[in-house]
């Protein structure tokens, strides 16, 4: 994997988000994504992760159907080896950090999001 420039990374992901374009957001992602979410459990009825490209799609297109008017506000970035952290104002006034872990062709392949009420 090549070095990433994560703060680059970090504007398009959210510009993807706040543009409501589904496939300017998947295109970051591997075809074997695992995402790891609360919000993965309470939109979908599920143990809170999906699996996979195309599952990440109809999850994402449920949340931006639930929230209609979802807009992100990076905070700040945090890089690590093969991994990031981004900082975010997400909705429902959350805070959310979310850890990425890329493989070797610099897609995310695996999400853990966590969230907190911003104070």
């Known amino acids: 994997m090549t070095t990433m420039d994560i703060p680059s990374f970090a504007q398009e992901w959210v510009a993807g988000w706040n ?3 589904l496939e300017r957001i998947l295109v970051h992602y591997a075809d074997d994504v695992e995402l790891v979410s609360p919000f993965v459990a309470k939109l979908t009825g599920s143990k809170g ?3 996979g490209k195309a599952a990440l799609h109809d ?3 449920r949340g931006q159907k639930a929230f209609p008017t979802v807009r992100f506000e990076l905070i700040r970035t945090y890089s690590g080896m093969r991994s ?3 900082e975010y104002h ?5 805070r959310a950090a979310e850890l990425m872990e890329f493989d070797g062709q610099g ?3 695996r999400v ?3 969230y907190t009420q911003d104070s």
């Open 49 to 51: 992760s999906v699996r």
């Open 90 to 94: 997400s909705v429902n006034n959350l």
């Open 112 to 114: 853990l999001a966590h």
């Open 59 to 61: 999850y994402f297109a």
């Open 19 to 21: 543009a409501h374009d």
């Open 107 to 109: 897609k995310v392949c």
């Open 84 to 86: 990031c952290v981004l």
